[in-house]
């Protein structure tokens, strides 16, 4: 029994010096609020550091002037409230769908095209396409405008896809076509996960 004591005593003795001698497990929680990074440790001590506040893209808008003022349209927007907002079109018509065997319906305004594409629960909008030079991005960037103002307004995390830049964020696209260093096509467009 003694003896069995003994080898009892000398493994939690055992146990305990290596417990001690490893490093403390630490369970790292991060809690960032935009300023800073707190980490909590088992052992419950606290480190804090900076971290640099980072604003998430939630969608690209187009902003439409009218004689209300101005308005911004968004990827996703109901048929009906479009037409609320910016007023009938000049022409309208009917396209096949590039996505899926849905039925498109293309809006045709003077600067501007916007497609419509017809869901179970409503017609939403789907791409807006510039035809020209007057209309600009909200962060203001239009056919014509250099790939170097594309890129200062809206950063290089982008994909090339043969010569069009594209931009991802909330579920749409934002591309644009490069000819000769200059923006040559602006698309708004809806992303299908």
């Known amino acids: 029994m003694k003896r069995f004591l003994i080898s009892v005593s000398a493994l939690l003795l055992m146990l305990s010096v290596v417990g001690c001698n490893q490093a403390p497990a630490t369970e790292e929680v991060k809690r960032i609020d935009g300023e800073k990074s707190v980490n909590a440790t088992e052992n419950d001590t606290r480190t804090e550091e900076k971290v640099e506040k980072t604003e998430e893209k939630k969608d690209f808008q187009f902003p439409i002037q009218t004689d209300k003022g101005e308005i911004k349209l968004a990827i996703r927007m109901p048929l009906d409230e479009v037409i609320g907002l910016i007023g009938e079109p000049s022409d309208s018509f009917e396209a096949p769908s590039c996505a899926s065997d849905i039925k498109d319906t293309v809006y045709d305004y003077d600067h501007y095209e916007i497609w419509f594409s017809s869901y179970p629960d409503g017609d939403i909008l789907t791409s807006i396409t510039f035809k020209d030079d007057i209309p600009a991005t909200e962060e203001g960037l239009s056919i014509g405008s250099s790939k170097e103002k594309m890129e200062e307004l809206y ?11 594209i931009y991802r964020a909330g579920g749409m696209s934002l591309h644009f076509q490069i000819t000769n260093n200059q923006v040559s096509y602006v698309s708004y467009n809806i992303d299908l996960d």
């Open 155 to 165: 950063g290089t995390d982008y994909e090339v896809m043969g010569k069009e830049f």
